[in-house]
């Protein structure tokens, strides 16, 4: 079956880095467009950034210049660098995937993983 499982987060000072990892299994990841999003308190959830399958990058306005996207396609992981982080980057953070087959369209998460970044 389809999973994708987080894994990085944690507590981190301001201006520190973190490295979130998302493993998939169970479907053709190569051909899907992976996201990382992003719910805080309170909050809806956002797109942090995504990558398509031919390694196109989409950043949110707050995050650019400090997180980082990338995929492995042999590992079948899709990666988020985050770094100078900041208190408003406090949230769980949530991989996405995304693809199409034919007319249908296949829509994945995973359970997320918490990142703390204290004021």
């Known amino acids: 079956q389809v999973q994708l499982v987080e894994s990085g987060g944690g507590l981190v000072q301001p201006g520190g880095s973190l490295r979130l990892s998302c493993a998939a299994s169970g479907f053709t990841f190569s051909s899907y467009t992976m996201s990382w999003y992003r719910q805080a308190p309170g909050k809806e959830r956002e797109l942090v950034a995504s990558i398509s399958s031919a390694g196109f990058t989409n950043y949110a306005d707050s995050v650019k210049g400090r997180f980082t996207i990338s995929r492995d396609n042999v590992k079948n992981t899709v990666y988020l660098q985050m770094n100078s982080l900041k208190p408003e980057d406090t949230a769980v953070y949530y991989c996405?995937?995304?693809?199409?087959?034919?007319?249908?369209?296949?829509?994945?998460w995973g359970q997320g993983t918490q990142v703390t970044v204290p004021s």
């Open positions: 996405n995937a995304v693809g199409k087959i034919y007319q249908f369209r296949y829509d994945y």
